[in-house]
């Protein structure tokens, strides 16, 4: 853990988290106004959204790991990175900073300051699609901690970039943020209605990634991997 007392890592992360849903909201917003075609609405709100992960988690890693998301602290929480005393004020945090992210975003367009979704987001391929996004999004992360650390920031914010595109739900990937878009009737948005079966599958698919990816990267023991190797 960085040598950062906890209520600095908790600022880092809510103020990290509150970008990010501004980000992912207001892009939405700024591109559904400017043009009616779908697909290149998305494509805005995609560039913008990789664009920010990138900037957040070089600038907040190195204080709070810039997890941003209950999924990933959780993770962490399992794999001892972080103390597990900690994870309830993290996961806090971030909501709160999404929440503020939103009505941010809804300030800086005009909107109401708090406006619940009717956007339908629901049924077995969104869930899968979720499992799919966040089980990718840990699985990238541990294996960038394992190999390259400094690549992280890129490695998770082009991931979610083609997430974005590869499942049909857009890749929310993150209870935190998915609350956060529950109450903005936009672009980005999903109802609240809709909530539980996306972050059950999130919380899922981090599990898995971690279960998985706890086999796969482990560091084979030097004596065994010799003797395989003049077997």
């Not at 999404?98 to 619940?116: K, Y």
């Not at 390259?148 to 490695?155: F, M, N, R, T, V």
Request: hydrophobic share 55%.
């Amino acid at each position: 853990m960085p040598a950062f007392d906890l209520p600095r890592r908790l600022v880092a992360e809510a103020l990290g988290t509150c970008l990010l849903v501004a980000t992912v909201v207001g892009s939405g917003v700024m591109a559904d106004t400017l043009t009616d075609d779908t697909a290149l609405a998305l494509l805005g709100n995609t560039l913008a959204t990789g664009a920010i992960l990138v900037v957040l988690i070089t600038v907040f890693g190195p204080m709070s790991g810039a997890h941003f998301n209950p999924a990933v602290s959780l993770v962490f929480a399992l794999k001892r990175d972080l103390p597990r005393r900690d994870l309830g004020f993290y996961v806090a945090a971030q909501i709160a900073g999404g929440i503020a992210g939103t009505m941010a975003a809804h300030l800086m367009f005009d909107l109401p300051v708090i406006e619940v979704s009717l956007k339908a987001r629901t049924g077995g391929s969104q869930w899968f699609s979720e499992w799919v996004a966040t089980f990718g999004l840990v699985g990238v992360i541990l294996a960038g901690l394992r190999f390259d650390g400094k690549a992280i920031p890129w490695l998770v914010g082009l991931y979610i970039t083609a997430a974005y595109w590869f499942t049909a739900s857009t890749s929310f990937a993150n209870p935190a943020v998915a609350l956060a878009r529950s109450l903005t009737n936009t672009f980005s948005g999903i109802r609240p209605l809709d909530l539980p079966g996306f972050v059950i599958a999130e919380l899922l698919g981090a599990l898995c990634a971690l279960a998985l990816m706890g086999w796969l990267l482990r560091q084979p023991a030097n004596n065994t991997y010799s003797a395989a190797r003049h077997s």
